[in-house]
């Protein structure tokens, strides 16, 4: 049943994402290949202004288990027209391999883009992350993990740094630990594949019968972990259903919740985060994603 509600939602998303994606621009690079994997492609959409321009990454969602970068959200003529240039990332899912694969290659993407920074007029100093669900997930880890650069590296990509400006998400998973996440959302939530997929197991019964055996892989990527006072800012939006126990698989994957404790815990720690619930939570100065995302990449550095 769940691969088959699974199925229909992407195909849902893909129906809606075309028909969005019909009335996009074309991207001036299509299909460019940022790292070895068949899957390692990515599309660019270059803006016109004065300059180096600011640039705002896209992962797409799906839980790391299936979606495309073709699914893309309608608002890229919005960043076009305000001088920011876009990228759409495609990334290893986790049927072929499972963490760190999908994220470690979407910080690779992170890299390659500022190696072509010249050849594309990238400003290095403005890039900014978006996305939902495992891209908002993906996206999150990246603002928070320390630089992953490595100045020796015989390839020059990755000598590139893996930070970034700010993100701005949508329904995203701020822990993926199944003893963390299910104390905070009830147990509906380890029913989604997302959880036991992610590293590479083949139902949660077989995941949590040899947690220490992936409790390394859970900690490492949950962005939650990854908080402190110097990371990058942050905007999280989320439906309002904030009914606990979650209800099901797809409303305890996408909880708000999530939101609560990262923004709790940055808070605490001195990093600038922003979540959107309606009528639970806003920001006294972003309504909307685009705004946050907007001021951060055009406006003043100080």
């Known amino acids: 049943m769940q691969r088959l509600l699974l199925s229909l939602a992407a195909a849902l998303t893909l129906m809606t994402s075309t028909a969005l994606a019909a009335d996009q621009p074309k991207p001036t690079y299509a299909d460019v290949s940022y790292g070895p994997y068949k899957m390692d492609k990515l599309d660019f959409w270059e803006a016109k202004g004065e300059g180096p321009r600011p640039l705002l990454v896209y992962i797409h969602g799906g839980g790391w288990i299936g979606g495309d970068k073709a699914r893309l959200p309608g608002n890229i ?14 990334y290893r899912l986790t049927g072929e391999a499972p963490l760190p694969a999908p994220v470690h290659d979407a910080a690779r993407a992170i890299q390659f883009l500022r190696h072509k920074a010249k050849e594309w007029n990238i400003n290095k100093n403005k890039i900014a992350l978006t996305g939902g669900s495992a891209g908002a997930c993906t996206s999150m880890w990246l603002l928070c993990h320390d630089d992953m650069a490595d100045p020796k590296a015989k390839d020059p990509v990755l000598r590139e740094s893996t930070r970034v400006t700010a993100a701005a998400v949508g329904g995203g998973q701020t822990s993926i630990d199944p003893k963390v996440i299910e104390p905070w959302l009830g147990p509906n939530v ?18 949590m019968d040899n947690y220490e055996k992936h409790a ?25 259903n904030m009914k606990l126990p979650s209800e099901n698989a797809g409303h305890g994957i996408h909880h708000p919740v999530y939101g609560v404790k990262m923004k709790e815990k940055a808070d605490k720690a001195g990093m600038e985060c922003h979540l959107l619930i309606p009528g639970v939570s806003q920001s006294e100065k972003y309504k909307n994603t685009n705004d946050f995302l907007i001021d951060k990449l055009t406006g003043d550095d100080s």
């Not at 305000?82 to 495609?90: P, R």
């Not at 390394?216 to 309002?240: C, I, Q, R, W």
């Open 77 to 90: 003529k919005t960043f076009l027209d305000k001088g920011i240039s876009y990228a759409a990332v495609n």
């Open 190 to 207: 380890l029913k989604h594949a997302m959880i036991y997929k992610s590293v590479g197991g083949k139902s949660m019964q077989e995941v």
């Open 216 to 240: 390394a892989l859970y900690k490492e990527f949950s962005p939650y972990n990854h908080v402190t006072a110097d990371d990058p800012p942050l905007l999280m939006t989320y439906g309002n």
